[in-house]
């Protein structure tokens, strides 16, 4: 069993910068693909940003939607994967979510992901 913990969100203004920090319960962290999916109100859970689980760094992937403003990393020996957000928008408000290991299927969908954090709201205001 795989826990995942989010931390990092709040209220900020448009233009602003938050980092998300995600920390997952497991020794075999380096091995996951991990990812950060987001939902606003009324919409559907959709895809942030994903990383691989290569020992140095990872490759990453973004949704265009963040692409050029967010930034994924992971750190294998504090098993914490984080999210860097920039210049935000009021549209990037949300509940931010963890997920790890996408054994089901590709990154980008959330149904993939065996594991996922509790969550963390992020309030962008205008």
């Known amino acids: 069993q795989v826990q995942l913990v989010e931390s990092g969100g709040g209220l900020v203004q448009a233009g602003g910068s938050l980092r998300l920090s995600c920390a997952a319960s497991?020794?075999?962290?380096?091995?996951?693909?991990m990812g950060w999916f987001r939902r606003a109100p009324g919409k559907e859970r959709e895809f942030v940003a994903a990383?691989?689980?290569?020992?140095?760094?990872?490759?990453?992937y973004y949704a265009d939607a963040v692409k050029g403003r967010f930034t994924i990393s992971r750190d294998n020996a504090k098993n914490t994967v984080y999210l860097q957000m920039n210049s935000l928008k009021p549209e990037d408000t949300a509940d931010y979510y963890c997920?790890?290991?996408?054994?089901?299927?590709?990154?980008?969908?959330?149904?993939?992901?065996?594991?996922w954090g509790q969550g963390t709201q992020v309030t962008v205001s205008s």
């Open positions: 497991t020794r075999t962290f380096s091995w996951f693909v």
């Open positions: 997920a790890a290991d996408p054994s089901r299927g590709p990154y980008y969908e959330h149904a993939s992901y065996d594991y």
């Open positions: 990383i691989s689980w290569r020992r140095i760094g990872g490759n990453s």
